[in-house]
């Protein structure tokens, strides 16, 4: 049987530490889904559909991940309710700093909660990641500084459209 995990959040944009994620939870599952949030409680840059593309473009253009064991999709419901829809029960995060601990452990014990059968798994992307945000991406590019340390060439390129 394989074993799929599911990877939320807002990848607005993706950066090197959302795709260091990516990379490790390949090691330990056979299938990722990385569902997009489409969420109104959020200030998006990009919206759902350019997201996804964003995100194709970063994993299969610029880094020929494999789309064999990568699936991509928005999604407005409980990140719960996804478990359910593909068949897993494995939830990814990411942890880049004491400081996200708080609110991702509360998330995780809200989602256990809901589901006592789902598990969170906290994945730290490598040390010279671990300091990236989409916001401080958004924020360099905005004022027109170099941001190829923390992201794809087509995320760059989108983001300066976005931008100019």
Same mark, same amino acid.
């Given at each position: ?12 944009? $993706?950066?090197?530490?959302? !795709? ?10 056979? #299938? ?21 593309? !964003?995100? #194709? ?9 494999? %789309?064999? #064991?990568?699936?991509? $999709?928005?999604? #407005? ?12 029960? !494995?939830?990814?995060?990411?942890? %880049?700093?004491? =400081? ?19 598990? &969170? $798994?906290?994945?730290? =992307?490598?040390?010279?990641?671990? $300091?990236?945000? =989409? +916001?401080?991406?958004?924020? !360099? ?13 087509? &995320?760059?390129?989108?983001? +300066?459209?976005?931008?100019?």
């Amino acid at each position: 049987m394989s074993k799929t995990a599911i990877y939320p959040g807002t990848f607005d944009p $993706i950066t090197f530490g959302h !795709i260091d994620v990516i990379k490790k939870s390949l090691k330990l599952f056979d #299938k990722v889904v990385v569902a997009v949030s489409d969420g109104e409680n959020k200030n998006y840059l990009f919206d759902v559909e350019e997201r996804i593309e !964003i995100v #194709k473009n970063a994993l299969f253009k610029d880094l020929n991940m494999n %789309r064999k #064991k990568i699936i991509i $999709i928005s999604f #407005k419901s409980l990140t719960t309710t996804l478990c359910k829809k593909y068949k897993s029960n !494995i939830i990814l995060r990411g942890l %880049r700093a004491v =400081s996200d601990f708080e609110y991702e452990f509360q998330l995780a014990g809200m989602n256990r909660k809901l589901n006592d059968k789902i598990e &969170t $798994i906290f994945l730290m =992307s490598d040390v010279e990641n671990q $300091i990236i945000s =989409s +916001k401080f991406v958004k924020e !360099i590019i905005k004022l027109k500084g170099d941001i190829k340390k923390f992201t794809t060439k087509t &995320t760059i390129k989108a983001l +300066k459209n976005k931008y100019e």
